[in-house]
């Protein structure tokens, strides 16, 4: 599914990077997070009210918070250890989403949210807040997140007026959609049918695809992270807190794309201007190169979830899903694993929906039957 947004446009700077504004009123608000992700909806609605003449999204409010409010307890939260040391883009998307909670009421006139006592706050109230969002899943589960995180912090640290965090058992709102989509075989052939080996397009298809890595790590890697046989980086995620080596084998099917594709740099993904590209940069680039291919609901990140499916389906288990991926926990591996036996079990089954027959029961029909007619002695 394609997004159909307004004020949306786009133009390329002097490294070659896509860069994404929301335009209004002859101004215009950059974009920073990848186009149809859940983060990227709720900067565009910011970047619109902040430019229709709403509050911007760092403000949580007029006047001094008061004590004991939740406005107070949140920005307590901005000043701690654990807020800081999230990474930039997680830290932009998070406080936006906190702030605009901060000036929201639940209706027209009434009291902010932001000046609500925070002690009285329950499970209901955090249950109510989601399903005020109700018709935006990937939003209300943000608000929940939120909160999880923030009454998380406050009762470790002790925070006075916190009790309990009510949001830890509020379920998120299943949104009907697994997200990016995953490519399918099918989709990798036709990319592949349209962009030939050589060249840029072909090559990040095939480090995406055959690395496993995420978006920030793709535009990283470069050939003075070979040894031998492996290729061995540092995540780009959560480098800030803690660094995270990674060391996997170079595929025969990447080293062949490798040796084909024109290097020279220390990235093997540039722009046209030999410059790296960044994380979101390279996104909007890929994003265009799929369209080139005819498959305008792909992305490089549906390359991940492919490779997934892929090994989950081959036999994969999830610890070997975790180790190839990064993740730190069997809860994403298992999302994989799971389908990939329900596939496998469905198959080994399907025999058992036909029922066993007494052939001494199934008495064939006669020609004189079959053509309408009766039998007699």
């Known amino acids: ?45 910011a970047a ?9 999204k760092e403000e949580l409010g007029p006047g001094p918070s008061a004590q004991g409010s939740l ?12 807020f800081k040391r999230l990474d930039e883009k997680t830290r932009h998307v998070r406080r936006g989403i906190l702030d605009r909670l901060c000036r929201d009421t639940s209706k027209p006139g009434g009291i902010p949210h932001g000046q609500k006592p925070v002690a009285r706050m329950e499970a209901r109230h955090v249950r109510a807040l989601r399903d005020e969002r109700a018709d935006r899943p990937e939003a209300a589960n943000a608000i929940v997140k939120a909160l999880r995180q923030v009454f998380g912090w406050a009762l470790e640290a002790q925070i006075g007026h916190i009790q309990s965090n009510p949001a830890r058992d509020v379920p998120y709102i299943k949104s009907g959609s697994e997200g990016f989509h995953t490519w399918s075989l099918d ?49 780009a995620k959560g480098l800030k807190h803690l660094a995270k080596q990674r060391e996997l084998p170079i595929l025969p099917q990447l080293r062949a794309i490798l040796d084909s594709s024109p290097s020279g740099h220390l990235a093997y993904l540039v722009t046209e201007f030999g410059k790296p590209f ?52 069997p809860k994403q591996a298992a999302l994989y694993t799971r389908k990939a036996n329900r596939k496998r079990l469905a198959a080994s089954a399907m025999h058992l929906l036909v029922p066993e027959r ?7 029909l006669s020609s004189s039957d079959s053509a309408g007619g009766t039998k007699t002695a």
Request: charged share 30%; with cysteine.
């Open 1 to 45: 599914m394609r997004l159909r947004l307004k004020y949306i446009v786009e133009d390329t700077d002097r490294h070659g990077n896509v860069r994404i504004y929301v335009r209004r009123h002859g101004r215009k608000k950059r974009l920073k997070t990848e186009i149809g992700s859940p983060e990227f909806l709720v900067e565009y609605r």
């Open 278 to 329: 960044t994380a979101n940069g390279f996104g909007n680039w890929f994003r265009k190169r799929c369209n080139e291919a005819g498959l305008p609901h792909c992305s490089a990140h549906g390359l991940r979830k492919a490779g997934a499916t892929a090994a989950a389906e081959n036999g994969a288990t999830e610890h070997q899903l975790m180790a190839i991926y990064g993740w730190e926990s």
């Open 358 to 364: 007494n052939t001494d029961e199934s008495v064939p």
């Open 187 to 235: 989709e990798v052939i036709q990319f592949e049918q349209h962009h030939p080996v050589g060249g840029k397009a072909r090559l990040a298809l095939a480090l995406l695809l055959y690395t496993g890595v995420r978006r920030s790590d793709v535009v990283r890697l470069g050939p003075q992270m070979e040894r031998g046989s492996k290729i061995i980086w540092t995540e």
């Open 71 to 82: 406005r107070w307890l949140i920005e307590k939260y901005y000043t701690c250890a654990e």
């Open 48 to 56: 619109i009210a902040e430019l229709e003449g709403e509050p911007k």
